[in-house]
T-cell receptor, first 110, second 112 residues
Framework: DGGITQSPKYLFRKEGQNVTLSCEQN?????MYWYRQDPGQGLRLIYY???????QKGDIAEGYSVSREKKESFPLTVTSAQKNPTAFYLC?????????FGPGTRLLVL | DAKTTQPTSMDCAEGRAANLPCNHS???????VYWYRQIHSQGPQYIIH???NNETNEMASLIITEDRKSSTLILPHATLRDTAVYYC?????????????FGSGTRLLVRP
């Protein structure tokens, strides 16, 4: 099946721990995006990448890091510097004019 | 900051048309209007987008006013599965890329 996969669906993080969220797409899209969604709110852009080995900060990049070593993959690391990481994280990929979203990962801090 | 304003919530009867309004009074001439919807705890689903002309696809119609300061998403025959949060979004172009600026959306409830 073609599409965007995110894993895991739920992730628990201990205080001071870094965690990495996976995002994979087999749509051959050049661009990939990471968003954060808090309860009752819209999506906010964390990082995006237009091409392999290149990425740019979005509106709320502090406390997060990314890499884009392969076209298909755009993992997001939530570092210990992110003081309020509990949220729903959404990955998207796009070509030309439209972004398509994955199913999301819900991160909870213990 | 979001560049769109939408009602917080709306409802409509199953089988009737759902008309979701959106104000984007500060939109620039080359900025597109996009609509996505999100069913609880899922990723947003693309619906439709447009620049100046009205658009229609298998899911919905998009009506953009002539001055482009507002638009309406129309679901012609709403079903219970159309219950979701609907986001009206302005696409902001930056160099060779673009950003979708999400607001809080409209929560649409389709009643049986």
């Amino acid at each position: 099946d073609g599409g965007i996969t995110q894993s895991p669906k739920y992730l628990f993080r201990k205080e001071g721990q870094n965690v990495t969220l996976s995002c994979e797409q087999n749509l051959n899209h050049d661009a990939m995006y990471w968003y954060r969604q808090d309860p009752g709110q819209g999506l906010r852009l964390i990082y995006y990448s237009q091409i392999v080995n290149d990425f740019q900060k979005g509106d709320i990049a502090e406390g997060y890091s990314v890499s884009r070593e392969k076209k298909e993959s755009f993992p997001l690391t939530v570092t210990s510097a992110q003081k309020n990481p509990t949220a729903f994280y959404l990955c998207a990929s796009g070509q030309q004019e439209t972004q398509y979203f994955g199913p999301g990962t819900r991160l909870l801090v213990l | 900051d979001a560049k769109t304003t939408q009602p917080t919530s709306m409802d409509c009867a199953e089988g009737r048309a759902a008309n979701l309004p959106c104000n984007h009074s500060t939109i620039s001439g080359n900025e597109y209007v996009y609509w996505y919807r999100q069913i609880h705890s899922q990723g947003p689903q693309y619906i439709i987008h447009g620049l100046k002309n009205n658009e229609t696809n298998e899911m919905a119609s998009l009506i953009i006013t002539e001055d482009r300061k507002s638009s309406t998403l129309i679901l012609p025959h709403a079903t219970l599965r159309d219950t979701a949060v609907y986001y009206c979004i302005v696409r902001v172009d930056e160099d060779s890329s673009y950003k979708l600026i999400f607001g809080s959306g409209t929560r649409l409830l389709v009643r049986p």
